[in-house]
């Protein structure tokens, strides 16, 4: 394996990202803060002035992506006085027009979610991860992330038509009628878009810190080992330390001092531990 490195910097996104060249980045994995959240440290972003604030962000973004890289967001929308906030919506639109590729949504299932009620609305239990590209033909590893078909083929194969177990052809032309019976007898097959993830219960002295198998299942997805990765909003620093066990270069940027400190300290530990030959460049 090459060396691998793992750059945290210091900073707001919208001007360090100027420092980074074009076209060097192979996977950006991010969660901003959300609007009107975390006040006290990342300023509380309004949802009126949430695209405004983000746009100089996503520009660089846009600039240091390689043509064949992918942007994955995972951001959520709240609800106030009974009425969802249509920010996260708005964002998608000001992104398009902005030149990116909204080319998926995948949704990702927090599994430990608590039960809840409010009057007119139950507990969320799921956040958008919204997936945008440069250009329609971008590098994705499907084989990657591939899962245990499971027990379920069973049953499905005895509830086969005849006609599913042989046709090869759509009736209707759609390309889709296939040997159903083939893919069922596979032991891995694709998933799909809803990502089962459990929240973290130890934030690792952050307000939001997203469970480590997120980042991870988009870097196995979109990268490959020395590709490079960027979170523009890394907080407690679980994008790099997964970028690193993981053997990806990658840059985290952050704008609160306490952060940045803790995950250099966090890098530099894992270092010898796991890559004991490689560069560490903070």
Same mark, same amino acid.
């Given at each position: 394996? *090459?060396?691998? @490195? @793992?750059?945290?910097?210091?900073?707001?996104?919208?001007?360090?990202?100027?420092? &980074?060249?074009?076209?060097?980045?192979?996977?950006? #994995?991010t969660?901003?803060?959300? $609007?009107?959240?975390?006040?006290?440290?990342?300023?509380g972003? %309004?949802?009126?002035?949430?695209?405004?604030?983000f746009?100089?962000?996503?520009?660089?973004?846009?600039?240091?992506?390689?043509?064949t890289? @992918?942007?994955?967001?995972?951001?959520k929308?709240? =609800?106030? +006085?009974?009425?969802? /906030?249509?920010?996260?919506?708005?964002? &998608?639109?000001a992104?398009r027009?902005?030149g990116?590729?909204?080319?998926?949504? !995948?949704?990702?299932?927090?599994? +430990?979610?608590?039960?809840?009620?409010?009057?007119?609305?139950?507990?969320?239990?799921?956040?958008?991860?919204?997936?945008?590209?440069?250009?329609?033909?971008?590098?994705?590893?499907?084989? =990657?992330?591939?899962v245990? #078909?499971?027990?379920? =083929?069973?049953?499905?194969?005895?509830?086969?038509?005849?006609?599913?177990?042989?046709?090869? +052809?759509?009736?209707?032309g %759609?390309? !889709?009628?296939?040997?159903? /019976?083939?893919?069922?007898?596979?032991?891995?097959?694709?998933?799909?878009?809803?990502?089962? !993830? =459990? @929240?973290?219960?130890?934030?690792?002295?952050? %307000? $939001?810190?997203?469970?480590?198998?997120?980042?991870?299942? !988009?870097?196995?997805?979109?990268?490959?080992?020395?590709?490079w #990765?960027?979170?523009?909003?890394?907080?407690?620093?679980?994008?790099s330390? #997964?970028?690193?066990?993981?053997?990806?270069?990658?840059?985290?940027?952050?704008? &609160?001092?306490?952060?940045?400190?803790?995950?250099?300290?966090?890098?530099?530990?894992?270092?010898?531990?796991?890559? /004991? *030959?490689?560069?560490? $460049?903070?």
């Amino acid at each position: 394996m *090459h060396n691998i @490195t @793992t750059k945290i910097l210091l900073g707001d996104s919208r001007e360090v990202l100027k420092e &980074i060249d074009d076209n060097l980045i192979d996977l950006i #994995v991010t969660s901003p803060p959300y $609007a009107d959240r975390r006040k006290n440290t990342y300023g509380g972003i %309004s949802t009126e002035k949430y695209v405004e604030w983000f746009l100089p962000v996503s520009e660089q973004l846009l600039r240091v992506l390689k043509p064949t890289g @992918t942007f994955i967001l995972n951001i959520k929308e709240k =609800a106030e +006085n009974g009425e969802r /906030s249509t920010y996260v919506l708005e964002l &998608i639109l000001a992104l398009r027009k902005q030149g990116w590729l909204w080319t998926e949504e !995948f949704i990702w299932h927090k599994k +430990n979610s608590y039960p809840g009620k409010w009057p007119n609305r139950f507990r969320d239990s799921w956040e958008r991860v919204l997936q945008f590209n440069k250009a329609r033909d971008f590098n994705m590893y499907q084989e =990657a992330v591939m899962v245990p #078909v499971g027990d379920w =083929a069973n049953g499905r194969l005895k509830n086969l038509s005849e006609t599913d177990k042989i046709r090869d +052809n759509s009736k209707s032309g %759609s390309g !889709f009628g296939k040997n159903i /019976s083939n893919w069922l007898k596979r032991s891995m097959v694709y998933p799909n878009n809803v990502l089962q !993830f =459990a @929240t973290v219960c130890n934030n690792k002295n952050h %307000s $939001a810190t997203f469970p480590e198998e997120l980042p991870e299942w !988009f870097i196995k997805l979109f990268t490959q080992p020395n590709d490079w #990765v960027l979170d523009p909003f890394l907080g407690s620093g679980t994008t790099s330390e #997964v970028s690193q066990r993981m053997g990806r270069n990658s840059i985290g940027i952050d704008i &609160i001092p306490e952060y940045v400190e803790m995950v250099k300290e966090k890098v530099a530990q894992k270092e010898s531990s796991i890559f /004991s *030959h490689n560069k560490i $460049a903070v």
